[in-house]
């Protein structure tokens, strides 16, 4: 079955970028999307299409690819970005939906 | 725009429980795809089951296939998922969340239903 693999943890000082990273077969051909989860909280869709932003979601969010490697960053992080992230893409070959292993990032 | 999970409990392992999600605030509920996601305490997300948006179709995560039944009524804009067998290891929050037809991302989430296997 098909995987997506990012780092357990990231952390960052208030003010300063961070970078998550997703990786996957073949993932550049794929459209890859990233959730935020907050503790106690649903996920909320935070990036779709690899790029783009749903409506709500700061400028400081931005997404791209290359290779083999989705990467979400978030600038100027603020304490409230303290949250789980996750990757996801839909694997037409089965039908199956996939999510990536989650990165907790912590604002120092 | 809503989504609302109900039927979460506790049931011993081998026995069925089902789960149903509501939907409401949004009209065309006919126009999503509706899954079931699970988080296990501790746990990532895990996707486990859709059901296109015309019932059409419906797809599952390899370990509850055979398990697990995942069906909709458009025009009571519910959604149920009907697990049987479960296992300890079936303990999880189940979340339910929409598609929109011709898209592949999660648009909108429910709170989640938590179902603990327990002996």
């Known amino acids: 079955s098909y995987e997506l693999t990012q780092p357990p943890s990231v952390s960052v000082a208030p003010g300063k970028t961070a970078t998550i990273t997703c990786g996957g077969s073949n993932i550049g051909s794929q459209s890859l999307h990233w959730y935020q989860q907050k503790p106690g909280q649903a996920p909320e869709l935070v990036m779709f299409?690899?790029?783009a932003r749903p409506s709500g979601i700061p400028e400081r969010f931005s997404g791209s690819k290359s290779g083999d490697t989705a990467t979400l960053t978030i600038s100027g992080v603020e304490a409230g970005d303290e949250a789980d992230y996750y990757c996801?893409?839909?694997?037409?070959?089965?039908?199956?939906?996939?999510f990536g292993t989650g990165t907790k990032v912590s604002v120092l | 725009e809503l989504l609302v999970e109900s039927g979460g409990g506790v049931v011993q392992p081998g026995r069925s429980l089902r789960l149903s999600c509501a939907a409401s605030?949004?009209?065309?509920?006919?126009?999503?795809?509706m899954h079931w996601v699970r988080q296990a305490p501790g746990k990532g997300l895990e996707w486990v089951a859709v059901?296109?948006?015309?019932?059409?179709?419906?797809y599952y995560a390899d370990f509850v296939k055979g398990r697990f039944t995942i069906s909709r009524d458009n025009a009571m804009h519910t959604l149920d998922l009907e697990m049987s067998n479960l296992r300890v290891d079936d303990t999880a929050v189940y979340y339910c969340?929409?598609?929109?037809?011709?898209?592949?991302?999660?648009?909108?989430w429910g709170q989640g239903t938590l179902v603990t296997v327990s002996a």
């Open positions: 605030g949004f009209t065309f509920f006919s126009r999503y795809h």
């Open positions: 299409y690899d790029s």
């Open positions: 059901i296109w948006h015309d019932g059409s179709h419906q």
């Open positions: 996801q893409v839909w694997d037409s070959d089965s039908g199956q939906y996939v």
């Open positions: 969340a929409r598609v929109p037809n011709g898209y592949t991302s999660f648009d909108l």
